[in-house]
């Protein structure tokens, strides 16, 4: 075999070599799946959904906050005071919610708390049992918290809640957190979106009486 015969054959396999290890180059062995996934891929194969926050800041509220899309936000006020009421669209915790309710005339959480755990208040009237309070149990670490109430919802086996009991900018603040006993940790995730995000708009504070 001559001189050029053996250069054309050499010539050939090394083109055939580099083409090989061009096709091959970035591809998953056989029996194995890429690593590169797309987000919605990644998403889909976890069967977790990305969660977002929506922005509830009405221009004539006296609050704003965020909270999770998987939830709906309503708001007003009468004569009694303003409240705000955060609630899961659908699912084993419909009727799961977050209410932020602003008295009318009170300024402090000490004058509100009669109307919350004294006879014929807030508690005894929805059926709920005070299992407990305490000024600070870490879970909340707000600045404007004073009392924290646990309850029991005799009335529906299963429902527990939380009441936070505050003041701000001269504004009784009461917070009720109502959820499954056995959804809780899910339910505190989703309530603790809004809690950290909440601000208090100190020009439309205090909610006075009308005249």
Not at 27 to 48: H, I, R, V
Not at 76 to 84: F, H, I, L, R, V
Not at 163 to 174: D, F
Request: charged content about 25%; aromatic content about 10%.
């Amino acid at each position: 075999m001559n001189t050029r015969v053996i250069f054309i054959i050499g010539f050939a396999l090394l083109m055939l070599s580099l083409a090989w290890g061009c096709t091959k180059q970035g591809e998953p062995a056989k029996g194995q799946k890429s690593k590169l996934l797309t987000k919605e891929q990644s998403k889909k194969e976890s069967g977790k959904e990305e969660k977002h926050n929506r922005m509830y800041d009405e221009p004539d509220n006296e609050i704003k906050t965020q909270y999770p899309d998987t939830m709906t936000a309503v708001g007003g006020c009468s004569e009694e005071g303003c409240g705000y009421t955060f609630e899961f669209q659908e699912g084993v915790m419909d009727k799961a919610e977050v209410h932020i309710f602003l008295p009318r005339g009170t300024a402090t959480a000490a004058a509100h708390e009669r109307f919350v755990t004294g006879a014929r208040g807030f508690l005894e009237t929805n059926g709920w049992e005070k299992v407990s309070e305490a000024q600070d149990n870490g879970m909340f670490p707000y600045s404007w918290i004073r009392k924290i109430f646990d309850f029991a919802d005799n009335k529906n086996k299963g429902m527990v809640g939380k009441i936070l009991l505050g003041e701000t900018y001269g504004q009784a603040v009461q917070v009720t957190l109502y959820y499954p006993n056995d959804r809780g940790k899910e339910f505190l995730a989703n309530a603790r979106v809004i809690l950290e995000n909440l601000h208090f708009k100190s020009d439309k504070l205090p909610i006075e009486k009308p005249d």
